[in-house]
């Protein structure tokens, strides 16, 4: 027998501007992935490899572990080697061992991969801007729910 699922007295009950606030938001979202799919195959490389180089760069300090990558990618180890390997055999990126831990493996963009996630940047920030007033409208009507 299939559970029906009865919401807590505490829970904040979804109006028509709560379901339309999710959908708008999650329309907006998927539009921007759709793009960013479409952005990155244009420079030659995959969403997933685009993320990676973003996240390189907005690492702080001068490299990133590979276990920082793969955790905020939501990767496992093995796949975010992978990745690596791609983005290193094209020239994007460089892994080198730590002087600190030698089985921690960091990362770096060379300079081809800093010229690259910065061309891509812009444009994923043009399209982001473009989602704002739907992310905007879906938020706020989110906002009335949970206030």
Known sequence: MARR????????SLDLDGYKGL??????????????????????VTARQYQALLAIKAHEGQAMAMKALAEELLLTHH????????????GFAERRPSADDRRSVLLRLT??????VEQLAKQHLQEMLKQEPLLTRSIQHLKRIGA
């Open 79 to 90: 796949a975010a080697v992978q990745l690596v390997n791609r983005l290193a055999k094209a």
């Open 23 to 44: 959908a708008g938001f999650r329309y907006a979202l998927r539009q921007f992935l759709a793009a960013s799919e479409t952005i990155a195959g244009g420079a030659g």
């Open 5 to 12: 699922y009865l919401p807590k007295q505490n829970d904040h």
């Open 111 to 116: 300079p081809e991969g800093e010229a690259l």
